[in-house]
T-cell receptor
Framework: AQKVTQAQTEISVVEKEDVTLDCVYE???????LFWYKQPPSGELVFLIR??????QNEISGRYSWNFQKSTSSFNFTITASQVVDSAVYFC??????????????FGPGTRLSVLP | NAGVTQTPKFQVLKTGQSMTLQCAQD?????MSWYRQDPGMGLRLIHY???????DQGEVPNGYNVSRSTTEDFPLRLLSAAPSQTSVYFC????????????FGSGTRLTVV
């Protein structure tokens, strides 16, 4: 069975600090996808990134970066120079294969990030 | 292009009442799903559909029905609401493997008293 663990329930940082959100996953499949979603206080879910299991390159998008390490089954998310607008709940998710048509799209419990001014 | 539209945004039901949560998309996405979000549990899949006329159960299907008569619409029915169904419900869609990653509606906050 697949599982996503986000051990950090809540994190508080002061604006301009860097912060890393941890995500550890479990799967028996060799082909899978990993995702991060952001849920701001307004409640909507915003897609941030998708990574497939064959692409271990780290990715940077502005102040956001992602570190995918298959050896440790982790897909961590770092926000550099955090801003108040980054305050949200962040979800890591795992899908074992597209062929399951999203049936096995499993979300972690989420990490609530508060960025204080 | 409205994306994924969910209605209503808020709803209060009494135990035993029935209602339908609406989900409509204008992106011509084949894949649609319903999730519920509960504190500390992330999102859990209720039902999903891979195309018009095809639906299947997810992780927590009990107490919910779905149908998919058109590509655009995927309503979620609660036949006899229970307090355990108090949650935030999200409808989500995606197009295909090349665009694999859910687009979510804005959610429906349901309270059953």
């Amino acid at each position: 069975a697949q599982k996503v663990t986000q051990a950090q329930t809540e994190i508080s940082v002061v604006e301009k600090e860097d912060v890393t959100l941890d995500c550890v996953y479990e799967t028996r499949d060799t082909t899978y996808y990993l995702f991060w979603y952001k849920q701001p206080p307004s409640g909507e879910l915003v897609f941030l990134i998708r990574r497939n299991s064959f692409d271990e390159q780290n990715e940077i998008s502005g102040r956001y970066s992602w570190n995918f390490q298959k050896s440790t089954s982790s897909f961590n998310f770092t926000i550099t120079a955090s801003q108040v607008v980054d305050s949200a709940v962040y979800f890591c998710a795992l899908s074992e294969a597209f062929g399951n048509y999203g049936q096995n799209f499993v979300f972690g419990p989420g990490t609530r990030l508060s960025v204080l001014p | 292009n409205a994306g994924v539209t969910q209605t209503p945004k808020f709803q209060v039901l009494k135990t035993g009442q029935s209602m339908t949560l609406q989900c409509a998309q204008d992106m011509n996405h084949e894949y649609m799903s319903w999730y519920r979000q509960d504190p500390g549990m992330g999102l859990r899949l209720i039902h999903y559909s891979v195309g018009a006329g095809i639906t299947d159960q997810g992780e927590v299907p009990n107490g919910y029905n779905v149908s998919r008569s058109t590509t655009e619409d995927f309503p979620l029915r609660l036949l006899s609401a229970a307090p355990s169904q108090t949650s935030v419900y999200f409808c989500a869609t995606f197009l295909d493997a090349e665009n694999y990653g859910y687009t979510f509606g804005s959610g429906t906050r349901l309270t059953v008293v």
